[in-house]
């Protein structure tokens, strides 16, 4: 009792520590806007509307079809099956002011732009309709090297942000332990060839067996920053689909060619 106590006490010390050192940091370096500089918030309102949605979507597989709701086309869906039902994207990575701020989310570790991020995703699935509400939100894992150098997962904050305001008044559950990914892999972004990023990311994600409960016959919404060829979302979904969920659908903030 008494060392749960003192546990309690110094958590609460810590905590009004952090509190202080945050304020004193805010006095010192300020909030800004990483587009015009304005001070209170690290994407302004005014910029937040300036960030590009696209107003359309292409088909996962062929990446050529126009659709207005990120499905996969008929005439793919009678030739391949695709271990994802369909993807969102917002926009492309070209868009200066949206790389911008997924760098400043990943690398100058701003995690604080998950939210208006997160809130850009809601905005545009919200948009496209038609895509049943999820059960279960994944984000794609990072491998636990990576994880431990970041400190965070982006597609974690970003998942938690949409599972919170995607159903006003419902939260919908985030599943961090249902797959792992096992092997560290050389960053998508780096390799060119379409060939050698679907090798690098080959088999590279590990489902949790006994997860089957959580998943099976749901709606699975997965959730990533960034989307090259589409290799690693797949490949995360192809192993989620030995689980037998109901559908998965995929989300990622910019498509970069
Ligand atoms: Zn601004
Ligand atoms: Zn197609």
């Given amino acids: 009792m008494e060392k749960l106590l003192r546990v309690s006490l110094v958590k609460k010390l810590s905590n009004k520590l952090n509190g202080i050192s945050a304020c004193f940091s805010d006095i010192i370096f300020p909030i800004k806007c990483i587009n015009c500089g304005k001070e209170g918030e690290f994407i302004c309102k005014k910029c937040f509307s300036l960030l590009p949605k696209n107003s359309f979507q292409v088909c996962p597989v062929c990446e050529k079809t126009i659709l207005s709701n990120g499905d996969v086309c008929n005439h793919c869906r009678q030739r391949v099956s695709s ?33 208006p991020l997160g809130t850009l995703m809601i905005q545009t699935m919200l948009r496209l309709g038609s895509s049943p509400t999820p059960d279960v939100i994944i984000p794609i894992p990072l491998h636990n090297r990576r994880l431990r150098w970041r400190g965070f997962n982006q597609s974690a904050l ?36 379409y060939g050698a990023r ?12 006994t997860a089957n409960k959580k998943v099976t016959a749901k709606r699975i919404l997965l959730v990533d920053d960034i989307c090259t060829t589409g290799s690693t979302i797949n490949e995360c979904a192809k192993e989620l689909r030995k689980l037998n969920p109901k559908s998965i659908s995929a989300v990622v903030l910019a498509r970069q060619s």
């Fill in 158 to 193: 970003l998942a938690n942000v949409i599972a919170k305001d995607l159903l006003p008044g419902m939260e919908i559950e985030v599943l961090e332990d249902v797959i792992a990914r096992k092997s560290s892999t050389k960053p998508q972004m780096k390799i060119k060839d």
């Fill in 83 to 115: 271990p994802i039902n369909r993807l969102f994207v917002v926009s492309d990575y070209k868009d200066p002011l949206l790389s911008k701020s997924i760098h400043y989310l990943k690398y100058n570790f701003v995690a604080d732009l998950a939210k």
């Fill in 198 to 209: 679907q090798k690098n990311i080959q088999g590279c994600f590990q489902i949790d067996p």
